[in-house]
């Protein structure tokens, strides 16, 4: 940003930069939604025995 060149028309270079940001931010929440996913995946296949009676803690 600081070697810009300021273009002849400031509307066309703002919106220009609007969408690269609005690409980036696209881009940001479907790789975001692709780690939930793969996560809620993972955390799906693990199998864990509530009635396991291992605890510290005997009554």
Known sequence: MFLQV???N???S???VFEN???FVILGLVIL???ILRIAK???KMSFN???N???YNS
Request: charged share 10%.
């Open 21 to 23: 940001q609005l690409v």
């Open 14 to 16: 703002a919106k220009a």
């Open 54 to 56: 291992k605890s510290g």
């Open 42 to 44: 993972s955390l799906s």
């Open 10 to 12: 400031v509307f066309t």
């Open 50 to 52: 509530k009635a396991n």
């Open 6 to 8: 300021f273009a002849h």
């Open 33 to 35: 939604v692709f780690l």
